[in-house]
């Protein structure tokens, strides 16, 4: 897989609408990751006419630019230093994040995205050993929808968790029924991954209060509509021109009968299917999801439906 690498820039500028009585212009430093900006006062100030803005530093050999390249140098040596320390510390870094950190106001995983890449990142190491790849996909998800609302919301890249109350929570839920057009329950699973995410960080200590407190996550009961047998032999019957089409049908019918999920049909290899105690063939395996072992004899599924086995089969 292609590794798609991060852009990180650190740059200088003068804020030109706050010049002073004496002509200085503070001079600003701006931190750029991905695209993203974060900006501070260096607390150095110096005429415009002394200032190179293409090359974003002091102009000439006076006593005050050389200082003040020289201090330039030192801050611009020192974000480096600490945007490698948070790679190598396996964090997720922003723009923001790194800006705090540098400032000495950063604490481990403070902020709400990067406490969902802490998370994410240890989810990606169990793929495949007791997590599966669409549980991983949807934690991804659900830490984008946290951050298009945090963009739409409060105009940032990221967020302190201290600053996060119930009113974020409940403003979230309204942006993800609105906003993002999520149903009731798909928009509560999402406040969930979210809550689960600061839970972790009051139960280590991160934060001091719970957001989430006075807030309930309800889920709507669904009235499930069941196929009558009659409707199913229906779509067994129905035959398509669409050779895909045709397939899709054969899969839904397989699933009806077997109870499985599609990841699970998906999966399906030569060896789930085996002769058992009763020499009858059986489909033998576990659910991906769960791990639990499920079975089932051929004799169960429809003639025509055998056929899917095959397709599975031959992948």
């Not at 006419?49 to 030192?74: M, P």
């Not at 040596?77 to 964090?91: D, E, F, T």
């Not at 406040?191 to 139960?203: C, R």
């Not at 699933?255 to 058992?276: M, P, V």
Request: charged share 25%.
């Amino acid at each position: 897989m292609k590794t798609v690498k991060s852009t990180f820039s650190v740059s200088f500028f003068l804020k030109r609408n706050a010049q002073k009585i004496n002509g200085n212009m503070p001079v600003i430093a701006r931190i750029t990751i991905n695209g993203k900006v974060a900006q501070f006062s260096t607390k150095l100030e110096i005429t415009p006419d002394l200032w190179s803005v293409q090359s974003g530093k002091a102009i000439g050999r006076s006593n005050e630019t050389v200082q003040i390249n020289s201090v330039l140098d030192g801050i611009r040596a020192k974000i480096q230093s600490h945007y490698h320390s948070l790679l190598a510390g396996g964090r997720g870094v922003t723009s923001e994040i790194l800006k705090n950190s540098f400032l000495g106001i950063d604490d481990s995983y403070e902020t709400i995205l990067t406490i969902f890449d802490k998370h994410n990142t240890d989810l990606k190491k169990l793929v495949g050993v007791d997590k599966s790849d669409s549980t991983y996909k949807k934690y991804l998800l659900a830490r984008q929808r946290v951050a298009e609302f945090i963009r739409y919301r409060y105009k940032m890249a990221d967020m302190q968790l201290r600053n996060m109350d119930l009113m974020f929570v409940k403003d979230y839920e309204v942006f993800l029924k609105s906003e993002c057009r999520l149903s009731h329950n798909v928009a509560a699973k999402m406040i969930q991954y979210l809550k689960k995410m600061v839970t972790f960080a009051y139960n280590t200590g991160i934060i001091q209060r719970h957001p989430f407190t006075g807030y309930v996550i309800s889920v709507k009961k669904v009235d499930k509509r069941y196929l009558s047998e009659q409707e199913l032999k229906n779509i067994i019957g129905k035959q398509f021109d669409c050779l895909r089409l045709e397939h899709v049908k054969d899969i839904f019918v397989f699933a009806c009968y077997t109870g499985l999920s599609y990841i699970d049909i998906a999966n399906l290899q030569e060896r789930n299917i085996r002769r058992s105690f009763d020499s009858n063939m059986w489909l033998i395996g576990k659910r991906g999801k769960t791990g639990i072992t499920y079975n089932g004899t051929f004799f169960q599924i429809p003639h025509c439906i055998n056929k899917m086995c095959d397709i599975c089969l031959k992948k």
